[in-house]
């Protein structure tokens, strides 16, 4: 802006630029006020934040690989149905015998 | 400071209110000027201007970098302006292509205005111009807005603003050599 304003003859009043930006800076405070948390974070920050995620994640999808593949594989009927052989009577006689009759017979010592 | 350090103070919560000082520090009188020679009355301008920095500060996440910092901000006073005149006129929208009949009872209302013969004169020749000459010369001769800044404020094409302003100034040279200022 150059001198050449002042040939309007507009006047202010006295402070007024000071004034307004007191003005302006409370109105606006007291609407939005000032967030404390510094949410900008460094790389190095996000990084190492990235790889622990990425180990959490890691170590809770092998653990449940685990326990889902932790069945008894010498049960003739999940051994037959892993070897995708056909499961006959033979088979299921064995598996009762072993998971369930022994489980549910008192057996006195 | 440069603009992109500002911007990215406004554009971070944590020191969004800091930037906010910086920008009305640098830019607050420029604006308060080139509202306050489009609504004449110093509390109009007010008015204008602090609506205008509330709109800023609401709007600071929305600004999209196509232009510089400056011309944003003197493209929402001139929207302002428009919607404060509109207003004042009770019309539907403001004439741009019209003047303004208003315009000496406006200045010799405003208790801020120093009524010499030099600004006497030179008012009587801007109140014959429709109020997009006046503005488009405003900005170009008092605020010094290149013609493609004044182009992207007033969203007219810059070829208009070219011959508006240079007709204008002519307009301008000879009342004055006329009258012998």
């Not at chain 2, 290149?146 to 603003?161: D, V, Y």
């Amino acid at each position: 802006m150059n001198h050449h304003y002042k040939k309007l003859g507009f006047k202010i009043p006295d402070n007024y630029f000071k004034e307004f930006k007191k003005k302006t800076l409370v109105l606006i405070t007291k609407n939005n006020p000032q967030v404390n948390k510094n949410y900008s974070f460094s790389f190095y920050q996000l990084s190492i934040a990235a790889i622990i995620i990425c180990t959490l994640v890691y170590y809770t999808f092998s653990s449940s690989n685990e326990i889902e593949t932790n069945f008894n594989s010498d049960s003739p009927i999940i051994s037959t149905m892993l070897s995708d052989e056909e499961i006959t009577e033979e088979f299921m006689i064995e598996y009762f015998a072993e998971e369930i009759v022994f489980d549910q017979i008192y057996i006195p010592k | 400071m440069k603009e992109d350090a500002l911007l990215k103070l406004l554009k971070n919560p944590a020191s969004k209110n800091e930037g906010f000082k910086l920008l009305l520090d640098l830019y607050h009188e420029k604006t308060y000027w080139m509202i306050r020679k489009m609504v004449l009355s110093h509390d109009s301008a007010n008015d204008v201007l602090q609506e205008t920095y509330v709109r800023i500060f609401n709007g600071i996440e929305k600004f999209k970098e196509k232009s510089k910092l400056s011309t944003w901000i003197y493209r929402i006073a001139y929207n302002e302006c428009i919607r404060f005149l509109t207003n004042e006129s009770k019309l539907k929208k403001v004439e741009l292509d019209s003047n303004d009949d208003n315009y000496s009872r406006k200045l010799y209302a405003d208790e801020y205005f120093d009524a010499e013969n030099l600004s006497l004169k030179f008012h009587q020749i801007l109140s014959d111009l429709s109020l997009r000459q006046r503005n488009i010369f405003n900005m170009k001769y008092f605020d010094e807005l290149k013609f493609n800044e004044i182009s992207e404020i007033t969203g007219t094409n810059i070829n208009t603003i070219k011959s508006t302003y240079y007709l204008v100034e002519k307009i301008i040279k000879k009342e004055i050599n006329e009258s012998s200022l």
